[in-house]
């Protein structure tokens, strides 16, 4: 049973370069999650989907694009990566919303050089 | 300003000395208080879901309250393998997805 799978686990960009975040999960949940988790700032919400085909901005979207084309998957793209997206990111996915548990991945820890 | 809370920042603990993590929350309308735990370089595995003041879950040597304005993870005779950083994070009628805490890291040495 894999769960959350997020694809890649590490990558360096340059500053200007793009990139797509790729997460899978095989729980048949509804509601996916961005999120990304920097030193002293706790986890952040980038975007979240409430079901195939919708997205929504969380907290801190800005540089940020998303796409849920299928239920399983939920993409997270950088149109032009700067040095303050350096950050460890991760995806989460919960059957309903907020009063059940979110399951996560294992993280992308991405680096903007 | 809905916000969570947790305390205290790191926590160091010799094998065996039993204590207690915080987390406060201000949120309205609560629907769920998670609990969850975070090995380096991996992601938050969930522990524990409280939905109401009262309420009380263990797992091992953990155990987690609730009350209508705090969580409790309160951790007896711990291990070096305990050793983690704790995630508390809640749902909350208004919002959209879980708000989390910054974390509370644990070091348990033998």
């Known amino acids: 049973n894999a769960g959350v799978t997020q694809t890649p686990k590490f990558r360096v960009l340059k500053t200007g370069q793009s990139m797509t975040l790729l997460c899978a999960q095989d729980?048949?949940?509804?509601?996916m999650y961005w999120y990304r988790q920097d030193p002293g700032m706790g986890l952040r919400l980038i975007h979240y989907?409430?079901?195939?085909?919708?997205?929504a901005k969380g907290e801190v979207p800005d540089g940020y694009n998303v796409s849920r084309l299928k239920k399983q998957n939920f993409l997270l793209g950088l149109e032009s990566a700067a040095p303050s997206q350096t950050s460890v990111y991760f995806c989460?996915?919960?059957?309903?919303?907020?009063?059940?548990?979110?399951?996560f991945g294992q993280g992308t820890r991405l680096t903007v050089v | 300003e809905d916000q969570v809370t947790q305390s205290p920042e790191a926590l160091r603990l010799q094998e065996g000395e039993s204590s207690s993590l915080n987390c406060s929350y201000t949120?309205?309308?609560?629907?769920?208080l998670f609990w969850y735990r975070q090995d380096p370089g991996k992601g938050p595995e969930f522990l524990f879901t409280?939905?109401?003041a009262g309420e009380e879950k263990e797992k091992e040597r953990l155990k987690a309250t609730l009350t209508k304005k705090e969580s409790f993870l309160h951790i007896t005779a711990p291990k070096p393998e305990d050793s983690a950083t704790y995630l508390c994070?809640?749902?909350?009628?208004?919002?959209?997805?879980?708000?989390f805490g910054k974390g509370t890291t644990l070091s348990v040495s033998s």
């Open positions: 409280l939905y109401s």
């Open positions: 989907s409430v079901g195939e085909g919708t997205t």
């Open positions: 989460a996915s919960s059957y309903v919303g907020l009063n059940t548990e979110a399951f």
């Open positions: 949120v309205s309308g609560l629907r769920g």
């Open positions: 994070a809640v749902g909350y009628q208004a919002g959209t997805a879980l708000i």
């Open positions: 729980m048949n949940h509804e509601y």
